[in-house]
C-alpha cells in the first residue's frame, strides 16, 4: 500500500484507526451519542463573558452614581438637574429589577441610557 516515496525507510506503518476483532472500524452509534449530550444537565442560561449578574445593592449604588455622573455633565442646565433629581426621587429598585431581571454590569449601563435619555435631551 505504501510505496518507497510515503515510507521512505521501509518500516511497518501502523494505523491509528482502532480495529474490533474483525479488523472493521469500531463506531459509536450517533443516535446514542446524541442522546448521550441530551441527557447532560446544563444550563439553559448563557452569561456573555461571565459578567455576574448584579444584587440590589449594586444596582442603587450604580444607579445614583450614573445619575449623579449626569447631572455633573449638566450642571449649566437647571431643568434637567431638576429631573434627574426627580427620577432619583421616584426610583424603585426592586421594580427596577423585576423590569430588567439577571441584569449584569452591560446591561445595567444599557437600560440606563435608554432611562435617561428623554430627560436629558
Do not use: C, H, W
Amino acid at each position: 500500500m505504501f510505496n518507497s516515496v510515503n515510507n521512505p525507510f521501509s518500516k511497518a506503518i501502523s494505523s491509528s484507526t482502532s480495529s474490533d476483532s474483525n479488523g472493521k472500524r469500531q463506531k459509536e452509534d450517533p443516535k446514542k451519542e446524541l442522546k448521550k449530550y441530551l441527557e447532560e444537565d446544563e444550563a439553559d442560561e448563557v452569561r456573555l463573558g461571565g459578567m455576574p449578574i448584579l444584587t440590589e445593592e449594586e444596582v442603587k449604588s450604580m444607579v445614583f452614581s450614573y445619575v449623579n455622573k449626569l447631572k455633573e455633565e449638566n450642571k449649566d442646565r437647571e431643568k434637567v438637574v431638576e429631573k434627574l433629581d426627580k427620577f432619583l426621587e421616584k426610583f424603585d429598585v426592586q421594580k427596577f429589577m423585576k423590569r430588567n431581571p439577571n441584569m449584569t454590569s452591560p446591561d445595567f449601563y444599557m437600560v440606563m441610557y435608554n432611562e435617561t435619555e428623554s430627560i436629558i435631551k
